[in-house]
T-cell receptor, first 116, second 110 residues
Framework: NAGVTQTPKFQVLKTGQSMTLQCAQDMNHNSMYWYRQDPGMGLRLIYYSASEGTTDKGEVPNGYNVSRLNKREFSLRLESAAPSQTSVYFC???????????????FGSGTQLSVL | LAKTTQPISMDSYEGQEVNITCSHNNIATNDYITWYQQFPSQGPRFIIQGYKTKVTNEVASLFIPADRKSSTLSLPRVSLSDTAVYYCLVWSGGYQKVTFGTGTKLQVIP
């Protein structure tokens, strides 16, 4: 059981290049999330998808787009990368069953992105 | 959303019990208290959650006083492998509403 899988693990881009970060989960979770983590800033939510076919902006969505391809996959796209997007990106998933007492976030191992 | 306050960092020697306190003065009736642990170069992972009194699992204990305005994560007899950042969250469902702060960076010293 792999949990949440992110690819790639590392990526270096030049300013203006585009790329897509891939995320897949095998836990049949409805909700998926993309976070970025910068030194001293904690985790900040970029976008989330409460269920297949829906996506919503989080705290820091500018410069990003997302696609919930199916229940398993949630991708994050940088159309024109900027140095300010240098960060570690984490994908996560969760399932709301009976209530908050059941819901836990499961994270992938992250993608370290550098934009030069 | 309830705001949480926790120490930025803590040091502890191996074998000691570590208590990390989180303040959440404006916690709502429906809110749960949840702690996550993040090792270097990894995503955070859930360690414990509670609503009131005490919760214990194989990793940690969580103490919540009656007024629920604070909570304490207790790690028994820490080892070097417990060096990590610990996040305290207060929420009532739907992680899209949750803010991860900077957490408490625990350094375990040999």
């Amino acid at each position: 059981n792999a949990g949440v899988t992110q690819t790639p693990k590392f990526q270096v881009l030049k300013t203006g290049q585009s790329m897509t970060l891939q995320c897949a989960q095998d836990m049949n979770h409805n909700s998926m999330y993309w976070y970025r983590q910068d030194p001293g800033m904690g985790l900040r939510l970029i976008y989330y998808s409460a269920s297949e076919g829906t996506t919503d902006k989080g705290e820091v969505p500018n410069g990003y787009n997302v696609s919930r391809l199916n229940k398993r996959e949630f991708s994050l796209r940088l159309e024109s990368a900027a140095p300010s997007q240098t960060s570690v990106y984490f994908c996560a998933s969760s399932e709301f069953l009976r209530g908050p007492e059941d819901e836990k976030l499961f994270f992938g191992s992250g993608t370290q992105l550098s934009v030069l | 959303l309830a705001k949480t306050t926790q120490p930025i960092s803590m040091d502890s020697y191996e074998g000691q019990e570590v208590n990390i306190t989180c303040s959440h003065n404006n916690i709502a009736t429906n809110d749960y208290i949840t702690w996550y642990q993040q090792f270097p170069s990894q995503g955070p992972r859930f360690i414990i959650q509670g609503y009131k009194t005490k919760v214990t699992n194989e990793v940690a204990s969580l103490f919540i006083p009656a007024d629920r305005k604070s909570s304490t994560l207790s790690l028994p007899r820490v080892s070097l492998s417990d060096t990590a950042v610990y996040y305290c969250l207060v929420w009532s469902g739907g992680y899209q509403k949750v803010t991860f702060g900077t957490g408490t960076k625990l350094q375990v010293i040999p």
